[in-house]
């Protein structure tokens, strides 16, 4: 049964949003799915090459003992529904947080402040671990994220920052299983000379960095999208 466990909190994490988007009628997020399936599976292939090349030099990889036999790319089902279900639960609970707290946000001048020190703080890790081949790509990739969000999209960051506090939540619950966290081995494991070697729990510090360029980066392609095929604002 133990080789369950991945495809179980994949889809386990979709099952009540999913459940919330059909038959919930006041908002009624099954009207966004083309959109947020669009929006998710763009993102999720760039993801899955980084994901894909990663495990095939040995930068991360997956515990035999909780995964089913057949692999793709080296993943198992596992991590491949993980860009679809995990992405797809976080769009949702950030659209029902905006819906029913319209004005959880912060100011765009804290918008600034913030998004400034999350750069200064990545970059000068960046720089004193470069060549670390999780550390860089994904604090690259972070870097360049946020400095197009302050240079065109700050007004979502005003809403994406304290949602994501949020989001860290489940986050760190099933990230800690699949790293460890209340079994005995991890479901994915880390080659720690490719990254900082420190975790928050069981967590390796990047993947917080790596989870709000996954979630943010399908929340600006679903706002564009909405805006363009529902003519709402998000």
Same mark, same amino acid.
């Given at each position: 049964?133990?080789?369950?466990?991945?495809?179980?909190?994949?889809?386990?994490?979709?099952?009540?949003?999913?459940?919330?988007? !059909?038959?919930?009628?006041?908002?009624?997020?099954?009207?966004?799915?083309?959109?947020?399936?669009?929006?998710?599976?763009?993102?999720?292939?760039?993801?899955?090459?980084?994901?894909?090349? #990663?495990?095939?030099?040995?930068?991360?990889?997956?515990?035999?003992?909780?995964?089913?036999?057949?692999?793709?790319?080296?993943?198992?089902?596992?991590?491949?529904? #993980?860009?679809?279900? !995990?992405?797809?639960?976080?769009?949702?609970?950030?659209?029902?947080?905006?819906?029913?707290?319209?004005? #959880?946000?912060?100011?765009?001048?804290?918008?600034?402040?913030?998004?400034?020190?999350?750069?200064?703080?990545?970059?000068?890790?960046?720089?004193?671990?470069?060549?670390?081949?999780?550390?860089?790509?994904?604090?690259?990739?972070?870097?360049?994220?946020?400095?197009?969000?302050?240079?065109?999209?700050?007004?979502?960051?005003?809403?994406?920052?304290?949602?994501?506090?949020?989001?860290? !939540?489940?986050?760190?619950?099933?990230?800690? !299983?699949?790293?460890?966290? #209340?079994?005995?081995?991890?479901?994915?494991?880390?080659?720690?000379?490719?990254?900082?070697?420190?975790?928050?729990?069981?967590?390796?510090?990047?993947?917080?960095?790596?989870?709000?360029?996954?979630?943010?980066?399908?929340?600006?392609?679903?706002?564009?999208?909405?805006?363009?095929?529902?003519?709402?604002?998000?």
């Amino acid at each position: 049964m133990s080789q369950y466990l991945y495809l179980s909190l994949t889809l386990g994490s979709i099952f009540i949003p999913m459940l919330y988007s !059909i038959f919930e009628k006041k908002f009624h997020f099954i009207q966004y799915a083309k959109i947020a399936f669009a929006s998710i599976v763009l993102v999720a292939i760039p993801f899955l090459i980084w994901d894909a090349l #990663f495990t095939h030099y040995g930068i991360w990889g997956f515990n035999t003992t909780y995964h089913l036999p057949k692999t793709y790319w080296g993943m198992p089902v596992g991590e491949w529904l #993980f860009f679809i279900c !995990i992405p797809y639960a976080c769009l949702f609970t950030s659209e029902v947080l905006k819906y029913l707290y319209p004005k #959880f946000k912060i100011s765009k001048g804290l918008v600034v402040l913030i998004s400034l020190f999350l750069l200064f703080l990545i970059a000068y890790l960046l720089l004193f671990n470069f060549g670390k081949w999780y550390s860089t790509v994904n604090f690259i990739v972070f870097i360049l994220l946020i400095l197009l969000a302050l240079y065109k999209y700050q007004e979502a960051l005003q809403s994406f920052y304290p949602i994501f506090l949020v989001l860290l !939540i489940p986050f760190f619950l099933v990230n800690g !299983i699949l790293t460890g966290s #209340f079994i005995d081995e991890p479901v994915v494991w880390y080659n720690n000379e490719e990254n900082l070697g420190f975790r928050i729990f069981t967590i390796p510090f990047e993947d917080i960095f790596y989870a709000f360029t996954l979630l943010f980066s399908s929340q600006l392609i679903f706002n564009h999208l909405k805006r363009k095929y529902h003519g709402e604002k998000s």
